[in-house]
């Protein structure tokens, strides 16, 4: 695999961890996919949402989950922030927690 996943914070991960089964079994699959493929994986897996931030789109039976991400400088992906999607729209209280933490991220 050439990329490796980190996360901003050991609560986005215990949230993801948190999950409904059948996101958190979505999220390991499109995991594999990004680690291996990075900024290759597109629609439906995975899409640009501008200024370096990415979503992470996994499904399951449960509903809908969402991750945002990031790319760094030697093959790094940071997962940002996590929420269950109740909404057809991402809301944006969640979409300003990632832009949020990608500015910090990128300031290090």
């Known amino acids: 695999m050439n990329y490796t996943i980190e996360y901003f914070h050991s609560r986005v991960q215990a949230e993801i961890e948190s999950c409904p089964d059948g996101i958190l079994a979505d999220y390991a699959r499109l995991m594999e996919l990004l680690m291996e493929f990075g900024p290759g994986i597109k629609m439906p897996h995975s899409k640009a949402m501008g200024k370096g931030l990415f979503e992470l789109r996994p499904k399951g039976r449960e509903g809908t989950g969402r ?30 927690i990632a832009r949020k933490r990608i500015q910090e991220v990128n300031n290090d």
């Open 67 to 96: 991750a945002f991400y990031c790319f760094l400088v030697g093959r790094r992906i940071i997962i940002l922030h996590a929420f269950i999607k109740k909404t057809p729209t991402t809301p944006e209280p969640e979409l300003k």
